[in-house]
């Protein structure tokens, strides 16, 4: 499908916010359903959507609104949420009306300050930069894929200790991905399990549609403790520079505040994802051993199981921009100064873009997939992902546990929507 054919911009639209107020406050029977208001341009109202429901399992609201609304508002989230692969990509490649300056954003609440990905142009560009130096892939393989294997290596023991019925997120995918970012970061004397519990409380924090109080005061307590850990590195790292993102951050001349908001930034996403992606890989293959017999076969194919795991069960479901204009998606109008939710986990399921969507599939050439975004916000530890978990993490897990398979006593727990993984994940081999 064609974005830019289906997404036309500048169309007129002089009253930029009583459409959503207008539609937010009319009565039920002119709102629900929503197919009621398809083809009449304005937007519709999915005040159907259950935020308890998108946690227990958000793919079936993601499929309705494909199919009715590809774009609506969201009473329950307060947000214009676009469900569609070419809406999506759309809006990720024009940053200039789908700004990630948003204002009021609970990431910006959650990380005590404004971090790169909520920076447009110029400004976003010269502070991601400068991690950019570290993140590529010639910089992967060079310094950091060697601490990536020896982290794996011992957290492969620790499960061997823990014995079949470990907990899988516990004991190997959430403190591997932890020990990793201390690693590339350049923070010294914290534990991965802090660091793991940090990010949790930033990634809640972010997506705290429902305004939890108990989790702002999470994010406080997490905010304080990285605080007291990163006057250490600033300290050590301001002496002693190297490959660190925070030694280059701090040597770039950035403000020390912007410096604290992007380590903070990078703790978030930098352990749940790989997290994610680790134990939803061990829960897919579990499912479909014939794809785990092909990739054992060729330990090079463990990379297209990871980046098909990344599609089908996108650990980052929604992330939030805000329309610096009127502008139209899908054949709906929405507002200038409308916070935008882009469902990415839903566009990566989108029969329009892809082939059998909600298949788990690897053997397939490779589906083009949202699961790091796209544009200048593309993920900038996607490279880094790529190697810990999807050539190193995973296909070693298999070598050393050939048999390795999900307890089907225990079939795991699965947390969150926003941002969404396995809590818990016992194995048995």
């Given at each position: 499908?064609?974005?830019?054919?289906?997404?036309?911009?500048?169309?007129?639209?002089?009253?930029?916010?009583?459409?959503?107020?207008?539609?937010?406050?009319?009565?039920?029977?002119?709102?629900?359903?929503?197919?009621?208001?398809?083809?009449?341009?304005?937007?519709?109202?999915?005040?159907?959507?259950?935020?308890?429901?998108?946690?227990?399992?958000?793919?079936?609201?993601?499929?309705?609104?494909?199919n009715e609304?590809?774009?609506?508002?969201?009473?329950?989230?307060?947000?214009?949420?676009?469900?569609?692969?070419?809406?999506?990509?759309?809006?990720?490649?024009?940053?200039?009306?789908?700004?990630?300056?948003?204002?009021?954003?609970?990431?910006?609440?959650?990380?005590?300050?404004?971090?790169?990905?909520?920076?447009?142009?110029?400004?976003?560009?010269?502070?991601?930069?400068?991690?950019?130096?570290?993140?590529r892939p010639k910089k992967i393989k060079e310094v950091w894929e060697a601490r990536f294997i020896a982290n794996t290596q011992t957290y492969l023991d620790a499960l061997e200790d823990g014995g079949p019925g470990a907990d899988l997120n516990d004991v190997f995918a959430a403190p591997l991905a932890a020990k990793n970012l201390?690693?590339?970061?350049?923070?010294?004397?914290?534990?991965?399990?802090?660091?793991?519990?940090?990010?949790?409380?930033?990634?809640?924090?972010?997506?705290?549609?429902?305004?939890?109080?108990?989790?702002?005061?999470?994010?406080?307590?997490?905010?304080?403790?990285?605080?007291?850990?990163?006057d250490e590195a600033f300290a050590r790292?301001?002496?002693?520079?190297?490959?660190?993102?925070?030694?280059?951050?701090?040597?770039?001349?950035?403000?020390?505040?912007?410096?604290?908001?992007?380590?903070?930034?990078?703790?978030?996403?930098?352990?749940?994802?790989?997290?994610?992606?680790?134990?939803?890989?061990?829960?897919l293959l579990t499912q479909h051993p014939e794809f785990l017999s092909w990739a054992q076969e060729e330990p090079t194919r463990f990379e297209q199981v990871f980046q098909e795991t990344l599609r089908l069960q996108s650990p980052i479901a929604m992330i939030t921009r805000e329309t610096t204009t009127d502008t139209e998606v899908d054949g709906f109008r929405i507002p200038g100064g409308s916070q935008i939710g882009l469902l990415l986990a839903s566009a990566n399921r989108d029969v329009l873009a892809i082939e059998n969507p909600d298949e788990f599939d690897p053997t397939h050439e490779a589906r083009r997939h949202l699961g790091f975004g796209s544009g200048d916000h593309l993920c900038a530890g996607k490279w880094a992902a790529e190697a810990a978990v999807g050539r190193i993490a995973v296909p070693a897990l298999y070598e050393r546990f050939p048999t390795l398979r999900t307890d089907p006593a225990h079939p795991g727990t699965w947390n969150g929507w926003v941002f969404r993984g396995f809590s818990s994940l016992p194995v048995v081999w």
């Open positions: 499908m064609d974005a830019t054919a289906a997404v036309r911009t500048g169309c007129p639209f002089t009253d930029k916010r009583s459409a959503v107020e207008r539609a937010e406050n009319a009565p039920t029977e002119m709102c629900s359903p929503v197919s009621e208001t398809i083809g009449a341009g304005e937007m519709p109202v999915a005040n159907w959507i259950n935020v308890a429901e998108l946690r227990e399992d958000p793919y079936p609201t993601y499929a309705r609104l494909r609304s590809p774009v609506a508002w969201v009473p329950a989230i307060k947000k214009v949420l676009i469900a569609s692969f070419a809406g999506c990509l759309f809006a990720e490649q024009h940053p200039e009306i789908f700004s990630n300056n948003v204002s009021g954003a609970h990431m910006t609440r959650a990380f005590g300050g404004q971090p790169m990905i909520r920076q447009d142009g110029a400004d976003h560009s010269a502070e991601r930069n400068v991690i950019n130096q570290t993140l201390i690693d590339l970061l350049g923070l010294s004397c914290v534990a991965p399990a802090d660091v793991a519990r940090w990010s949790a409380d930033f990634m809640a924090g972010a997506g705290n549609v429902l305004d939890d109080q108990d989790i702002w005061l999470r994010c406080q307590r997490s905010r304080e403790e990285l605080g007291s850990a990163l790292l301001r002496k002693n520079p190297d490959d660190s993102i925070i030694s280059l951050l701090i040597h770039s001349g950035m403000p020390e505040e912007s410096v604290r908001a992007n380590v903070t930034l990078t703790i978030s996403g930098g352990v749940s994802e790989p997290q994610h992606i680790m134990t939803s890989s061990v829960s």
